[in-house]
């Protein structure tokens, strides 16, 4: 777990030997007309979003604040971080007005920036910036593959800067951050890195101002060491890298790999299906009423009113993933309720299911999605 490249993450216990072997479930694609950027189609798009939504929420919760940074910047920038010493063969670069620039592939560098565009008190430490953006490394053509090794990507990228008395509870609040996502995914998982960070804050000289014991401090300490008073203002922060999920294309190439198609309703991106059970014009327009009910509630449904055999219909159902299964016909018109089955249900006759209102089955879902299911 750490800043900015993929190959930083966390080594879970789901391990991606060959993504041509991950099914896609209709999620993604990847097209020579850019090799190593991957689609993320509909279906994809809403993995995506719940992740991002899952994300957030937890950053609301834990004080983070979300900023946005550019995606071009001029190489000075890197110059000054020193990436540009270290990976300069690895960025996409191009001249503007006689100067060399490139496309972003760390957030560190540009959220120092927004550290220091001004004043900074001890008081306001921790400060907790975090950006979902998009990155880009020149990684080599033979080096790409599908989700997990791209040119282009996303992370739930984070840097804490804090004092270095701060730093103990921020990183325990980070495993703990860490622990509670990887929970909910049922996933086990080794930590592999959680860089702090001393010397990016110098290259940029990023400095707040100090308590009164902190000034002390730097008295007593600069005296030591060079035998008089440092007449510099203000400390340096510690900063803290962090991602969670790391990239998001990684990340989806490990929950397809996880769940194998079967996922969780709170993330699924297939979560109702509504299959009338004819052809007839009522079960039609009441499979369609209950879709529209489903659907403005929020979640993902689709809706079967094709004029083939129910069972036929549910079976495709069942093969697609669907969380949900709504049937319809003459009772559930009658009666203004549905039949629902379940994904992977041991009862594969309709009749001993019992029937429920939309409102009591839109009950179960909310508590499936505040739980995690």
Known sequence: MADNHPEDEPSLSVVIQNTSSVKQDDLFLCHKMSPGSCFLLPHGTRVYNKLIEFIKKEYWKRGYEEVISPNIYNMKLWE???????????LFTFDIDKQEFGLKSINGPGHCLMFEHRVRSYRELPIRLAEFGVLHLNEASEALSGLTHTRRFQQDDAHIFCTKEQVKKEVKDVLDFVDYVYTKFGFTYQLKL??????????FKLRYSPSDEEKKENVMIHSKVLGTEDKEKGVRPVMIHRTVLGSFERMLAILLNHYKGKWPFWISPRQVIVCSSSNNENHRSYAEEVRRQIHEAGYHVDVDTTDRNISEKVGEAEIAQYNYILVVGDEEVA???????????????????????VDALLDVFKLRIVKFL
């Open 335 to 357: 009666t203004r309720q549905v039949t629902a089955l379940l994904r992977d249900s041991s009862c594969s006759d309709r009749s001993k299911v019992p029937m429920m209102s």
């Open 80 to 90: 000054t971080s020193k990436d540009a010493a270290s990976y300069k063969e690895n």
């Open 194 to 203: 959680l860089t702090l960070d001393f010397q990016l804050p110098d290259h």
